[in-house]
């Protein structure tokens, strides 16, 4: 509703563009006549003409989007002429040309007695008019359209045009019914509006290369404003949705402080060992307590896809209790918890638990349909997952972390939520009891806990208790403690030296890399990253080289091949291949915990790191 309120804001501002002038003719032309009879049925028809013309559009981008990965360059390059055509008056005119003809014949079949038009006269002139203006309202129509291409059109994508050809048919009629003084304040206005349409435009082009280049993903998703801005995060919060305020209790309730991911975005880190589990009886067993209403399931809308299940809507699932985890495939604490919601999952599905997965993208290959269909069902991963790339669903909830868990009740009301780990006890219970309310008494006497063996490998729970190394991201947008000598160089080719004796969770590169935002890549092979860590696990996200190519690489802890402390996707002998894009676990300690210096050589070009994680 807020985004269409601001639509209808922006279509009223309209009136002080050039985008304007070519249906002024139209419009005043209609100022000594009946306004009900005709400027009204005028202003009506051009309305309803531009929002239909525009999402017939939004559709066609959208199939095209969805026929294949080609599909988002397609959006782009719409981006892209949009862009150009506001930077560039005479490009726009040669774009239009076919709704401008249009637009004339109709405007002279529909002037073609010289009596005035009647009601059914000035509508076909508003269709007429609205044919003319459609594609000069650049703004809104290259990016509620670019938008329906990237990640599909839907009912509020019709929404959002209509409300911004009603804000400009309201602006025209308020010009109308006051004549001659509203005009000549337009006309002065004109100069400044042409400045901030070609403004507009090169802030397209901007976009357009920003997102082909993937910094989209390495910028705009840790700031959140993917299709919205600043001024329409405050607003929302003033307006009272659910208050997220208390984020810094909400991660300590978690059991761990939280690393922030940019202005908004934040990875709950939850330090949950065998204690949680250890309390999970003693939990169960109290009595329960009065879960507050914390407000309502968000519409499940603007996923690019559903694996598992056909798209899910919240009133389709009135009468469920519904569990919404966000997660994101590359996650270690969302991996850590997946085994817990994947026995949730399959304990109460028969009593009417729905668990869906919001898989929001941190890293910009995590935007790959393909992996994370591959993910999914390497994880064993059976229940509803919603991919939301565009970070619609994650908006919705006004969520902030990795992972977060939202608890449903059987009347679409949210009662509960979780963010990071631990805390399982507490949360299966929530489960149990939302049950219980919703007529399935018996989920109460379901035996809490993971069912079978526990968690294993990078799913196993951290050793929180002696981990002293943070979450350490390697693209420059947000890496710290970099220690190689003279720094990163900003996305070019440099030569590093990895440093001599590096402080506790220090770490540098050694060989030949480019460092980007959001990860560096080996240029040439036989290239180094060292780091001094302190804790029971260590984990990189990597990605294999040019066209999915193998790379190899070897291990050492403190110069020794790791033996007994190789990770899950290492050998004793230190060897490893990356040859997908994801979270590697490459130590796994068996015995007691201390400083150690870890190095991985890469044997071929073309890797891609992107963060080390531990636990």
């Not at 003409?49 to 990965?69: E, K, S």
């Not at 600043?230 to 929302?236: F, T, V």
């Not at 720094?487 to 440099?494: E, I, K, L, T």
Request: proline content about 6%; aromatic content about 8%; hydrophobic content about 50%.
């Amino acid at each position: 509703m807020l985004l269409a309120l601001l639509a209808y804001l922006g279509g009223a501002l309209t009136i002080l563009s050039p985008c304007i002038l070519p249906v002024l003719p139209f419009v005043f032309a209609r100022a000594d006549q009946p306004f009900v009879r005709s400027g009204l049925p005028l202003l009506a028809g051009m309305a309803l003409t531009f929002a239909g013309v525009a999402t017939l559009a939004a559709v066609g981008g959208g199939w095209a989007a969805q026929a294949n990965q080609a599909g988002r360059w397609v959006a782009l390059a719409l981006l892209a002429a949009c862009g150009a055509a506001l930077l560039l008056p005479r490009l726009a005119e040669h774009l239009t040309q076919p709704l401008v003809r249009a637009g004339n014949r109709l405007s002279a079949r529909a002037q073609r007695d010289d009596r005035p038009p009647g009601i059914g006269g000035s509508l076909l002139l508003g269709v007429a008019t609205g044919l003319l203006w459609a594609p000069c309202a650049g703004p809104i129509l290259g990016l509620v359209l670019t938008g329906a291409a990237l990640h599909g059109a839907s009912v509020g994508t019709t929404l959002l045009l209509a409300s911004y050809a009603a804000g400009a048919a309201t602006s025209l009629a308020v010009a109308l019914l006051l004549g001659g003084k509203v005009f000549a304040a337009m006309k002065r206005s004109l100069g400044a509006g042409e400045w901030i349409r070609r403004g507009i435009g090169a802030a397209m082009l901007a976009g357009v290369a920003a997102i082909a280049s993937g910094l989209d993903t390495g910028v705009l998703t840790r700031l959140s404003t993917v299709a919205t801005s600043g001024l329409e995060a405050r607003l929302l919060a003033v307006l009272g949705a659910r208050d997220r305020a208390a984020s810094a209790d909400h991660a300590a309730a978690a059991g761990g402080g939280a690393d922030v991911d940019g202005a908004s975005m934040m990875r709950a880190s939850a330090q949950a060992g065998a204690a949680g589990d250890a309390a999970m009886l003693r939990v169960a067993a109290q009595p329960a307590a009065a879960l507050p209403v914390e407000g309502m399931l968000p519409a499940l809308d603007g996923a690019v896809q559903w694996l598992n299940s056909p798209p899910l809507s919240a009133q389709a699932l009135r009468g469920k209790v519904v569990l919404v985890d966000f997660w994101t495939y590359s996650c270690i604490n969302c991996l850590r918890t997946l085994p817990y919601v994947k026995a949730w999952a399959h304990k109460y599905r028969d009593l009417g638990l729905v668990v869906i997965g919001v898989h929001a993208p941190e890293f910009a290959f995590e935007r790959d349909l393909g992996n994370v269909k591959k993910a999914v069902r390497e994880l064993g991963v059976d229940y509803p997952v919603a991919v939301d790339n565009d970070y619609a669903i994650w908006r919705a909830f006004g969520n902030e972390y990795w992972p977060a868990h939202y608890f449903v009740d059987a009347q679409g009301r949210i009662r509960h939520h979780h963010f990071g780990e631990g805390e399982y006890a507490q949360s299966e219970r929530v489960i149990q009891q939302l049950l219980a309310e919703a007529g399935h008494p018996q989920a109460t006497a379901v035996p809490p806990g993971l069912e079978g063996a526990p968690a294993q490998g990078v799913q196993a729970a951290a050793d929180g208790g002696d981990m002293r190394s943070p979450e350490t991201y390697v693209g420059y947008a947000r890496a710290d403690h970099f220690a190689s000598p003279g720094g990163a160089a900003r996305d070019r080719a440099q030569r590093y030296l990895a440093p001599a004796r590096p402080a506790l969770n220090q770490w540098g590169l050694e060989g030949d890399w480019s460092v980007g935002a959001e990860q560096a890549r080996l240029v040439q092979p036989d290239g180094r990253i060292v780091y001094r860590f302190h804790a029971r696990d260590l984990h990189l996200v990597l990605g294999p080289g040019p066209q999915g190519r193998p790379v190899r690489f070897r291990v050492r802890i403190d110069g020794m091949a790791p033996g007994a402390a190789h990770g899950a996707d290492v050998a004793a002998d230190g060897q490893g291949v990356v040859a997908a894009q994801r979270l590697y676990q490459l130590v796994r300690q068996q015995g007691p915990v201390a400083d150690h210096t870890f190095s991985i050589e890469f044997l071929d070009a073309g890797v891609e790191a992107y963060a080390f994680t531990f636990g």
